[in-house]
């Protein structure tokens, strides 16, 4: 492979003691110099050059919790788009639900995506009699917009073999009817198990078409190394076939989901790095948008929780799994020696995570654990010193902020909480080397519009939620290509332009750190560099 | 004192599928022009009726009309042009988009959303048409993606209403009064629509009456509309006018004002109202010293006596103080 080298722009190495650069080489699939013109002409006689024009280069983005593969199961057709954005109340997706009814061929599996709490100003909890109604002859699911809940009628909960002799698994719900019949929804792991009944029925053809969207969605955006965060054992065939198809797969760094001690955890290693096992993943908690998170502090009282939300007075939640079973598990896979990476939203169950984490090290140290909390909604501000204290480090869900902030302040937990909703700002204060997610299949890929969110909160209708919680764009910048590389442990190797490291790159058409914080999620991707190779150009 | 900042350019999107009359429209709004300047971005140059005797000059992208109007390709570099024509300083009246047929039209939202953030354009209305005689013949995928993008906008036209059955336009407009809830519908024939009447945004000088009669002349659909206008000395109610600028969005179709609350913060506030989307801003006092509001919509829609009503109720109330909010 011959040798590459980009000048004529701007160039932002994200190196400290270089933050800019004149020129950029990159020789077979890895970053060979970096610096003046005429230095890497030197390092690189006969490279091919490329006139950026202007343009801004940087390292490849790296979104540092999601969920490719699944999203494309959950979102790729033929799963029906029902999102607020697309169809705006209850009422409509009840309608939309019936016209796919009608079509239907017998027993074909229908599934529909998007339901909110939040956002259907309308919505109501529809029980499995009424699914039946709706659709008596074929199995038919409906899953919130936050992923951790599913909505099926008799045929659906049939095909996915959940009767009223079904236990419930530890850290799931099945709402059972008082005779102990499941009355129609399902909540964390179970769904996700369930759902695979829907991708099964439609065939591995599918599954192939709209996972190849989503890698091209990624690459699109400049993304180049995501995270698999629900690994399930048999996801490696499928990337190992994105791979042998030659598609522009980004690097992907799985963490292993656990629901139970005891399980089996791959290790997969490439010397391509490509696909790697990166850790462990369990859900602590579920979705602030259902209610089963745990607070020390209640919900606000009003018809969107009590009603649309379906939650008592008072409701302070509770975390997925019996502290003592959740402490097994930890114990287990952290003392294994994997990166735990734990899906934390309420400020209780963080609590319960960071003593448990501080245990485990009372017992036996761990240097350079990297123990991570995902999402991190509730998270208050002595929770990020301790965590800082403990060499745990924060993911954030920032789009929560743009896609839910006014239901967030409004309706779920008022102005106080709000302001520090995701509180970023107050991690980078503390030290702490964060990184940003888009949770992808929960909201869109864009690492642009994930430094616009932290760097604004601004929400959908306009306000700012909690201006002091946002961090500079530079921070913004960091926490989406060297921060997030940190996190998944791979900062000598992604993240930022020095030679030795892999070739990942982005250009776009401004300079993010020129670019007014409002703007930066309209600066448009050129072209996106994967181990050497362009894999998309606009 | 320094210059108040110009208003936003507005921005009229015009989505719809293939063959629902968007090229007819946009032919018809050229045509109708009457001294106001349009840019138009379209898709297709070709299928534009251009006289040839407007043409003043003629670019790969751009063709500019003796008559002030210009139509320019919807490329790649369009939101650049889109900022140059409103940077500019006699900028054009309003500037249409033509959504291309099968792309979503919130995508061109997004695109738009930066030039709205520097308040150089004002998205003004959301236009899908939607052609009434065909669409029962059309695929399930199709209505499903037509049903979706008519659920976005604000008005929905329901193109070539005269040749549709009755009993089939009945069930297509009770079935977007259920799919798209805060779009409205109205019947038109030959893509026929005034869409001038929605330039008229200035709440300072009303032009008409709010009895609903004809707004202009020369157009039978010009009768479809209403306005409404109030005038208020005393200062508004600010949470009353939260639940009237509710009713206003189901009623109305725009709605322009220049309001004074009884609180003491920024009392003068711009209001702005386009479909279901609202926006108040802090604003200079105008001269007269009097809150002004003006509305339109759709006659069967809006009636002036029931917002007269509605909007007395608010004047002269007591401060709240109070935000609006669901709670607090």
Known sequence: MSATLFTGGTIRTLEEAAPTAEAVGIEAGKIAAVGTLASVRGALPGAVEIDLAG?????????AHSHPLWAAKTRGAPVVDIRAEVVPTYKAAIAKIRRRVTVAKPGEHLLFFGLDPQLHPDMENPSRDFLDGLAPDNPLGIQTSNCHALYMNSAGFEACGIGPETPTPEGSVIE????????????????????????????????????????????????????EHLYLPFYRAWYGNALARDLPLPRVAAYQQATTPGMAVERIVDPDDRLWMAGVKIHADGSPFLGNIWLTRPYLENPMTLERMNLKPGHTGGPNYPQAFFEAMLREYFEAGWQMSIHTQGDRTIDMVLDQVEMLLGERPRPDHRFRLEHCALMRADQIERARRLGVICSFFINHITHWGAPIEDALFGPERAAHYMPAGSAVEAGMRIS???????????????????????????????????????????SVTLDAAYQIGMEELLGSLRPGKHADLVVLDRDP?????????????????LAGRKVYHA | MPEPPRDP?????????????????????????????????????GAINIDLDLVETVSEDRIALSNGCVCCSLNADFVASLADFARRPDPPDAVMIEASGVADPRALEGSLAALEAARLVRLDLRLYLLDALGFHALAPELVEDIVDHAAASDLV????????????????????????????CLRSIAAEFPLPLLLDREPARPRRRADG?????????????ARWSAVSPDPLSRVGFTAFARLLSARALRAKGLLRFADGEAPWQVFHLVGWR??????????????????????????????????????????DGARTKVVG
């Open chain 2, 278 to 319: 609202a926006t108040l801003e802090a604003c200079r006092p105008p001269l007269a010293g009097e809150s002004r509001i003006v509305a339109i919509g759709l006659k069967d829609r809006l009636d002036p006596a029931e917002l007269d009503e509605a909007f007395r109720g608010l004047c002269g109330q007591l401060p």
């Open chain 1, 55 to 63: 343009a801004t280069l940087l390292p490849g983005f790296i979104d």
């Open chain 2, 157 to 184: 036209l329901l193109n070539k209403a005269d040749l549709a059955e009755p009993s089939r336009l009945e069930a297509l407009e009770a079935m977007l009064e259920e799919a798209a809830p805060y779009a409205q």
């Open chain 1, 176 to 227: 059972r009817d008082a005779s102990g019949r499941p009355s129609g929804k399902i909540l964390e792991a179970v769904t996700w198990t369930a759902l695979e009944t829907f991708y099964g029925a439609w065939g591995d053809q599918r599954l192939s078409q709209e996972f190849e969207a989503l890698i091209r969605d990624f690459v699109r955006h400049g993304i180049t190394t995501v995270t």
């Open chain 1, 436 to 478: 940003l997610h888009a949770d992808t299949p929960m909201t869109d890929p864009s690492a642009l519009k994930l430094m616009q969110a932290a760097a604004t909160r601004r929400a959908g209708d306009g306000r700012v939620l909690g201006a002091e919680e946002r961090i500079d764009i530079a921070t913004a910048l960091k």
């Open chain 2, 213 to 225: 009669e004809h707004l202009h002349h020369g157009s039978r659909h010009e009768a479809a509309f």
């Open chain 2, 9 to 45: 350019l507005p921005v009229f999107l015009i989505g719809g599928f293939l063959g629902a009359g968007k090229t007819t429209l946009i032919n018809a709004l050229l045509a109708q022009a009457d001294g106001r300047r349009f840019v138009v971005f379209v898709n297709d140059f």
């Open chain 1, 513 to 529: 750190l020129a670019t007014p914080a409002e703007e930066l999620a309209e600066i448009a991707v050129r072209q996106t560099w």
